[in-house]
């Protein structure tokens, strides 16, 4: 079976991030959620992958390139076109994009399965390609069921007594969805299905392929399976994944690096003083890190790669970038630092450098000019003074 990867989508509910990463790049822990994807697909003897790429497309396909690295062969559909200003995605809708790579190849040329790129599944492709071929229909939907008011970020279906799909709604209101049964974004499919997708425009597999199924009254089936389904289309999302990874709640993720303490995983050449700071598992520290004397660290808790948490910082319950320094006066909780910004659970945001607090969490690569050195020291002295008179409390500095 050959597969499509759905990779073009500009992911406006995970910004900031995807200012600077396409949204099947954000990691896991560290590894981007396609590339647990491509891992599956090759498990399930799934060797030939084409991902339509559109918004920041040189990041997924430099990392990638042909997939001989990951045991299997990969081609790429860019939409959009160079302009003078660079690259300009425009993205033809799911739909669009497996047509365009139909009518360029006629590369799908057998049963094949169409997957969105920002998830992380443990399906069993095999028994939903058998399940599939056994109803003989021109498309499968995998199904699962959610609360009802989740229904409003994803398809809904109707299923009839023998599995078909009766009625498709695309994310409806809570007290207007017909079920809470919902598409997960994979989709099984027969060559046939170009038939009812038109060349050249903009269209969308939930929101127009398959109402049009529907009204043509075509075998088209929805088969509800328990797997583990982690979506990562918001920044809350992004969060709540790193959580449930760090805390072994998702089946068969590996761990990255090795665990030197329990419930603590560092990678190599990390600067780490055991008997001065204060870690509370499960805690993840990347490569060439360095946790100053007199630091702490409260998980559920990522530390990417090259970073510094300077002796006196706290940090609870945060997922901290690559690159990062984090001041000896800050106390974050709760935060997702990340690319200049510092990110609430909800997705709100405060930007560093336009909030001039560079001097508390900042790019570790950059050098502190004496402003920043001038407004720590003015900080710290604050702390200072107030500590000694105990005549008031200073309110905690909210991060965002």
Known sequence: MKAMILAAGKGTRVRPITNEMPKPMIPILRKPVMESIIDLLRNHDVHEI???????????????????????????????????????????????????????????????????????????????????????????????????????????????????????????????????????????????????????????????????????????????????????????????????????????????????????????????????VKITPPVYIGSSTKIEAGAEIVGPCMIGANCVIESGAEISQCLISDYTRVGSIAVLDNKLVFGGDCISPDGSLLNLGETQIRWLVDDMRRTLNPGDIHDMLLFSNMLSFHELNARETLPELEMA
Not at 132 to 143: D, P
Not at 190 to 219: H, K, M, N, T, W
Request: charged share 20%; proline share 5%.
């Open 50 to 276: 084409v991902v339509n790429t559109s918004h920041l497309a040189p990041v997924i396909e430099n990392y990638f390139r042909d997939g001989s690295q990951h045991g299997v062969h990969m081609a790429y559909s860019y939409e959009g076109q160079l302009t003078q200003a660079g690259l300009e995605g425009k993205a033809l809708g799911s739909a669009g994009g497996m047509k365009r790579i139909q009518d360029f190849s006629g590369f799908f040329d057998e049963t094949f399965i169409v997957l969105c790129g920002d998830a992380w599944i443990d399906l069993d492709i095999s028994a939903a390609l058998r399940w599939h071929k056994e109803k003989g229909g021109i498309a499968t939907v995998i199904l699962q069921e959610v609360a009802h008011e989740e229904v409003h970020k994803y398809g809904v279906v109707k299923l009839d007594t023998r599995g078909r799909i009766v009625q498709f709604q695309e994310k409806p209101k809570p007290e207007e969805a017909v079920s809470n049964t919902i598409n997960t974004g994979i989709y099984l499919f027969e060559p046939e299905i170009f038939r009812y997708i038109p060349s050249g425009v903009e269209y969308d597999i939930g929101g127009q392929l398959f109402p049009a199924l529907v009204a043509a009254g075509e075998e088209f089936y929805g088969l509800p399976m328990d797997f583990q389904w982690v979506d990562i289309g918001s920044v809350p999302d992004v969060w709540a994944a790193t959580r449930m990874a760090l805390q072994g709640q998702i089946k068969g993720f590996p761990m990255p690096g090795k665990e030197v303490r329990p419930g603590v995983w560092t990678s190599i050449n990390t600067s780490i003083d055991w008997e001065q």
